[in-house]
Each structure stands twice: as structure tokens, then as C-alpha cells.
């Protein structure tokens, strides 16, 4: 079963402005190839299927513990997104939806992808930066444990690519600190997964990292989580299952050489995360209502019954 808590894994700065292409090139992140909703459907899949979990506890705990980092990994992005299409933080939750019949949003009739505002109201979904939909022929869960994890290792190699990519067109600090936090996480990810085959194969995969060849040092929003060893870190995300990672991500296992040195450790639990920011509504474009204000004396009255 999942736990959930009302938390972002990182803290996102606020958007500088409202960017749907912006919004819509992180879309890859999510809804593409390589992107999020790929990693979860893969590792999710392959441990619900896992066979001889308990005689294979280690490499099944691996996979089952990084599902649950690749959740949260799609609502980070989701809500890289939502903020990227929003703008910054304001409260416009209180302002009337005016006169709609001058084109309020006759800008939106150009951006990359029009759905994302006729369909949405600037929210994400699980569909690539053009918006083709993400499906479910991209999960492999084949029961091969080999085959499984080889087939991770790369699944993580080319979300590297992806989010290398897409770093390289974003300026918006939003976006880029989803893609410095996504970098580190997921060379955690890709370094696991080789460790994983080197104890069943004895190949040393750990060798082809990073791939592509590019240092983490050489990206300024990757820095503040090497330095908190974020990059040696491996998390339970349970306060008391999948311990058994640490047989394969520890036992004086070292950092990659590009990285800051240090022993891998498995963290019990999960970080301390950051808050997840308020999209404020857009009356005109009837989010979530063209006059909230009785929505919104309605949910006030029920959240003070709650405390």
C-alpha cells in the first residue's frame, strides 16, 4: 500500500512568469519516452509481478522502494507544470472572471500545446511535450529479474538524456530546479540499478556512469544536493519494509567518481521534502469557477469544522 503526504520531494521556487511553452517542454519529463509516468508504470509493474520476492528480498525491496520515489517523482513534475502555466505566486482567487467577450486569452491560441489550456486550465497530464499521451506500451515487466533491471539501467540512462535536454531549453528557475533535483535522483536510480546486475552478473555497469558523460558539478541546480548528499542516499520510503536495499546500496559501496566521494547509505523513511505551492485561481478561464467567492466561503466553513 501507499502512504501520502500533502509534501513536495524538493521545494520548487516560484515562476518568474507564466510560460505554457515552458510548461509544455516539461511535459517531456512527465509524459514522454523516458519520462516519469515511464519509470513509475515500469517499476511499479515489475514489482507487483515480482516473483520469489522473499527469496530475492533485496533486489525485490529496490524496485518496490524506488516505485515509490517515482511517485512522487510524477507530482513534482506535475507541479513544475501547473506553476510553469500559472505564473507566480499571486491571489487571484478573490478576483471576478470579468468580461470574457474581448479574447482575455487570445495568446493561448499559440502555445505549443493549446490543450494544455482548453482541456486543463494550464494543469499537467500524462502526455509528452506535444502532447501525444503517455501509454501503457512503454512498461516492461517481463519477470526476468536480469532482463528487469538491464532494462531499468537503461530506462534511466535515457530519462538522464531527456532531462539534459530539456534543462538546456528552460531559463525559468521553476523548471530547471525540477530538472537539477530529477538529475540527481535519478543518477541515485541508474547507479542502484547497476550495483543490483554487478551483484547478480558480475558486470561492472557501474562504469558506463553518467550517461551521457556529463558531470552533475557542471549543473549549478544539482549542487545544493551534492552537497547534502543527496546522490548517496537511498531511501526506504517506509518506516519499517525494504531495508533489505542495503545489501546492494551499501557495504562500502563508494559515490561515482564524478560525484562527491562517499559511502551510499540507506535512509529509513523519506526526506523532508518541500511545500507544495498554491495555484491560485483563474476566474475567466472558470478555475475553479467563474465567481468562487460562495466555493470558497463553502470550503472555508467545512475547514473550520474540521479543526
Known amino acids: 500500500m501507499f502512504m501520502r503526504i500533502d509534501k513536495l520531494q524538493a521545494a520548487l521556487p516560484a ?30 509493474f515489475q514489482s507487483f509481478n515480482f516473483r520469489s520476492k522473499e527469496k530475492l528480498r533485496p533486489f525485490y525491496s529496490l524496485v518496490a522502494s524506488i516505485t515509490a520515489e517515482e511517485l512522487g517523482h510524477v ?8 506553476m510553469l502555466a500559472n505564473g507566480p505566486d499571486n491571489d487571484g482567487d478573490t478576483v471576478s472572471g470579468g468580461d470574457i467577450s474581448n479574447a482575455p486569452f487570445e495568446a493561448m491560441k499559440d502555445i505549443r500545446s493549446f490543450a494544455s489550456f482548453a482541456s486543463h486550465g494550464g494543469g499537467s497530464m500524462p502526455v509528452n511535450s506535444n502532447s501525444m499521451s503517455w501509454n501503457a506500451d512503454m512498461v516492461t515487466t517481463t ?37 537539477g533535483y530529477l538529475l540527481v535522483r535519478g543518477s541515485v536510480h541508474a547507479h542502484s540499478y547497476a550495483l543490483a546486475l ?93 465567481a468562487p467567492e460562495e466555493m470558497l466561503e463553502i470550503a472555508t466553513k467545512l475547514y473550520n469544522a474540521s479543526r
Open 75 to 82: 507530482e513534482l513534475v506535475s507541479n513544475g507544470v501547473a
Open 198 to 290: 554487478k551483484k547478480i552478473t558480475g558486470v561492472e555497469l557501474e562504469k558506463f556512469l553518467p550517461t551521457p558523460n556529463i558531470p552533475l558539478d557542471k549543473i549549478p541546480e544539482c549542487q545544493k544536493y551534492l552537497q547534502e548528499g543527496s546522490h548517496r542516499r537511498l531511501y526506504t520510503w517506509s518506516p519499517a519494509d525494504y531495508k533489505e536495499i542495503a545489501g546492494i546500496w551499501g557495504n562500502g559501496e563508494q559515490a561515482l567518481p564524478t560525484d562527491p566521494p562517499g559511502e551510499l547509505m540507506v535512509v529509513d523513511g523519506l526526506p523532508e521534502g518541500g511545500k507544495i505551492h498554491q495555484l491560485t485561481g483563474v476566474p475567466s478561464a472558470f478555475t475553479p469557477d467563474y
Open 15 to 44: 515562476p518568474k512568469r507564466a510560460d505554457p511553452n515552458a510548461a509544455a517542454a516539461l511535459q517531456e519529463l512527465l509524459g514522454g519516452k523516458y519520462g516519469e509516468m515511464s519509470t513509475l508504470g515500469n517499476y511499479m
Open 143 to 179: 519477470g526476468n529479474v536480469v532482463f528487469d533491471l538491464l532494462h531499468n539501467f537503461h530506462l534511466e540512462c535515457g530519462a538522464r538524456l531527456h532531462k539534459l535536454r530539456v534543462y538546456e531549453t528552460l531559463s525559468d528557475p521553476t523548471g530547471r530546479e525540477v530538472c
